[in-house]
């Protein structure tokens, strides 16, 4: 099976939807201007690759295939999840970033913390397992690491696009997210987002 225009449609449903990833692309435009959503973004974009590499390696298979380790990779994704929600439920009132001026421990910090959002992502473990095997095909003439590094090429062009985008229309917002009342909504919602997607993860690890 390798109808790539399927494999373009799910990628885009799976990452447009709401969840910790776009909780993170939105804060950092916010926060840390364009270049600190980019970092993010591009952090996204590493900590998918290695996670899709170590899956096709035969990590990921091990993992699902063992409950200890798919109970161990939630309770991991869930403590970044909290700590993520409580730094942003403390976070000062968001202030506006003059174009080049992100520091540099700004934008590492970004690129961080978004490839580690991704990497224990157990959602994306579980997509890659299982999803993406349907679109490999073993006689193809490809070969069968170029189409895995075709779909990766495919899932990043969709996650920069839609992150992107979403980074555009936080920044349309930005003027009125930037006073008290629009930052600490921002603020709080964001983190009730991540300890959500945090407890949720906590609950399927002890069921």
Same mark, same amino acid.
Not at 156 to 174: D, E, K, M
């Given at each position: 099976m390798q109808p790539y225009?399927?494999?373009?449609?799910?990628?885009?449903?799976?990452?447009?939807m709401p969840g910790p990833a776009v909780v993170m692309t939105l804060s950092n435009r916010l926060a840390g201007?364009?270049?600190?959503?980019?970092?993010?973004? &591009?952090?996204? @974009?590493?900590?998918?690759?290695? *996670?899709?590499?170590?899956?096709?390696?035969? +990590?990921?298979? %091990?993992a699902l295939g063992a409950p200890q380790g798919m109970g161990a990779l939630r309770l991991?994704?869930? &403590?970044?999840? @909290?700590?993520?929600?409580l730094r *942003?439920?403390?976070?000062?009132?968001?202030? +506006?970033?003059? %174009?080049?001026a992100l520091a540099t421990a700004?934008?590492?910090?970004?690129?961080?913390q978004g490839a580690l959002l991704q990497f224990v992502n157990p959602y994306a *473990?579980?997509?890659?397992?299982?999803?993406?095997?349907?679109?490999?095909?073993?006689?193809?003439?490809?070969?069968l690491m170029s189409q895995v590094l075709l779909l990766l090429a495919i899932h990043t062009g969709?996650?920069?696009?839609?992150?992107?985008?979403?980074?555009?229309?936080?920044?349309?917002?930005?003027r009125w997210l930037s006073t008290e009342g629009g930052a600490r909504a921002l603020r709080r919602v964001?983190?009730?987002l991540y300890f959500g997607f945090g407890a949720s993860l906590l609950l399927r690890a002890w069921a």
């Amino acid at each position: 099976m390798q109808p790539y225009p399927l494999f373009v449609a799910l990628s885009v449903v799976t990452v447009l939807m709401p969840g910790p990833a776009v909780v993170m692309t939105l804060s950092n435009r916010l926060a840390g201007g364009l270049a600190a959503c980019w970092w993010g973004i &591009a952090g996204f @974009a590493c900590g998918y690759t290695a *996670l899709v590499l170590l899956a096709m390696g035969g +990590v990921g298979v %091990a993992a699902l295939g063992a409950p200890q380790g798919m109970g161990a990779l939630r309770l991991v994704a869930a &403590a970044l999840l @909290a700590y993520l929600g409580l730094r *942003l439920w403390r976070a000062p009132p968001l202030a +506006v970033v003059p %174009a080049g001026a992100l520091a540099t421990a700004t934008a590492r910090r970004c690129f961080v913390q978004g490839a580690l959002l991704q990497f224990v992502n157990p959602y994306a *473990l579980v997509f890659v397992t299982t999803v993406w095997p349907q679109f490999l095909n073993r006689s193809a003439s490809l070969p069968l690491m170029s189409q895995v590094l075709l779909l990766l090429a495919i899932h990043t062009g969709v996650t920069v696009g839609i992150h992107g985008s979403y980074a555009v229309l936080a920044g349309r917002a930005r003027r009125w997210l930037s006073t008290e009342g629009g930052a600490r909504a921002l603020r709080r919602v964001g983190a009730l987002l991540y300890f959500g997607f945090g407890a949720s993860l906590l609950l399927r690890a002890w069921a």
